[in-house]
């Protein structure tokens, strides 16, 4: 393994914090993002940690922008060795009142981005036997009221990352899936909903959080280290996963719950 990783969503958030992480064992860092001033101070503190590396700015939802990043990794670093799709937005909002441009918004960043990213490092990463880290939600696995777009798009990325498992393995090309609960991160400054009270409520789910980006990044580095698959970076989503799992009827009726007392705060609100 020669220590080289690229990072989408690197200018903030999870995204810096892994890079973080893993600038501390001395890794080479490709960062992307569209936030350029994010990916400048990423680079300054991945540098401080020990890293080293260098900024691109892409937009995940053109191809020709990711093609270009693997390029410059190619030309910088001589390959690849673990990629990680991470960039996303956050959106929220019942099926009703969501448009199909925020379907389209949302997919096309949260879910085509990471198809897009894993075809575009690919190449790379059968000549290196990398590996690919998808960054999805709890949400895919949980689903939770006025949030389907959110739910489906990475419901998608965990769809995927199951079948390139299966499929890559026979190259020698590792796949991770992460699927984090509500933590504290800047995820709220890409919020799309249709209503300020939504935004609200998804913003105190975040900061009830008892868990940072960067604990986060941290249980990543150990999960990928012991080979893990579907990684939980929080106990109580570890424990929700496995109660849908014994008893997923329950679940659904905590969730028809959960929207009903939604709708009542949005109608006060």
Known sequence: MQNRMMITGAGSGLGREIALRWAREGWRLALADINEAGLAESLQLVRAAG??????????????QLTALAQACEDKFGGIDVIVNNAGVASGGFFDELSLEDWDWQISINLMGVVKGCKAFL?????????????????????????????????????????????????????HVVCPSFFQTNLLDSFRGPTPAMKAQVGKLLESSPISAADIADYIYRQIAAGEFMILPHEQGRMAWALKQQNPQALYEEMVGMASRMRAKAAQG
């Open 51 to 64: 890293g080293e590396g260098f900024t691109l700015r892409c937009d995940v939802r053109d191809y020709s």
């Open 123 to 175: 190449p790379l990463l059968q000549r290196s036997k990398g590996r690919i880290v998808n960054i999805a939600s709890m949400a895919a696995l949980m689903q939770g009221p006025a949030m389907s777009n959110y739910n489906v798009a990475k419901a998608g990325v965990v769809a995927l990352s199951e079948s390139l498992l299966i499929e890559l393995q026979a190259r020698e090309i590792g796949v």
